[in-house]
């Protein structure tokens, strides 16, 4: 019993591990190009969601039949899988990752939150716009939520917060 514990545990530090390698220079273009096109870091913090959660897919217990992306951890490689299933702590770390690269944000103004839907392990990302907090659930948007709302255990569209 203690060695599935120990493995589950190993398992979830391997999970929270921060993203790390060299930033792509086409998804430093891409952060410059989102930005340009954002009148306001509000505005901003809501494209770069937008183009996360088109960039990537949230099938619900995916993890399951993709074990393998828990484990990436280098952003190029996240980079180069868009258009396929990365879970949501990678997903919201590349939407950290593009709002770092505008220059507009730095570490400080993020927080993370490890949360579970039933079994599974499930990260939100807050991000401080000029005092006021905003929630990105890139796990969410694909699974019935929107810009600035999240989901909390069970996890599904009837356990919805949404932040003003």
Same mark, same amino acid.
């Given at each position: 019993?203690? #060695?599935?514990?120990?493995?589950?545990?190993?398992?979830?530090?391997? %999970? =929270?591990?921060?993203? #790390?390698?060299?930033?792509?220079?086409?998804?430093?273009?891409?952060?410059?190009?989102?930005?340009?096109?954002?009148?306001?870091?509000?505005?901003?913090?809501?494209?770069? %969601?937008?183009?996360?959660? !088109?960039? %990537?897919?949230?099938?619900?217990?995916?993890?399951? !039949?993709?074990?393998?992306?828990? +484990?990436?951890?280098?952003?190029?490689?996240?980079?180069?899988? =868009?258009?396929? %299933?990365?879970?949501?702590?990678? !997903?919201?770390?590349?939407? #950290?990752?593009?709002?770092?690269?505008?220059?507009?944000?730095?570490?400080?103004? +993020? =927080?993370?939150?490890?949360? +579970?839907?039933?079994?599974?392990?499930?990260?939100?990302?807050?991000?401080?716009?000029?005092?006021?907090?905003?929630?990105?659930?890139?796990? +969410?948007?694909?699974?019935?939520?929107?810009?600035?709302?999240?989901?909390? =255990?069970?996890?599904?569209?009837? !356990?919805?917060?949404?932040?003003?």
């Amino acid at each position: 019993m203690w #060695k599935i514990l120990a493995l589950i545990l190993i398992l979830f530090v391997i %999970y =929270r591990l921060p993203l #790390k390698g060299e930033i792509p220079i086409d998804m430093t273009e891409k952060a410059k190009e989102i930005d340009r096109m954002s009148k306001d870091k509000l505005e901003l913090v809501k494209n770069v %969601y937008d183009y996360v959660n !088109q960039s %990537y897919t949230s099938p619900i217990r995916q993890y399951l !039949q993709e074990p393998n992306k828990i +484990f990436i951890k280098n952003i190029k490689t996240i980079w180069n899988l =868009r258009g396929s %299933y990365i879970p949501s702590n990678a !997903q919201n770390e590349m939407a #950290k990752q593009l709002l770092l690269l505008t220059g507009k944000f730095n570490e400080s103004h +993020f =927080r993370t939150e490890q949360t +579970f839907c039933e079994i599974s392990p499930h990260s939100i990302l807050f991000v401080n716009v000029d005092g006021k907090e905003i929630v990105l659930d890139l796990w +969410f948007s694909d699974n019935g939520g929107m810009f600035n709302c999240y989901t909390f =255990r069970p996890c599904g569209v009837e !356990q919805i917060k949404c932040l003003n």
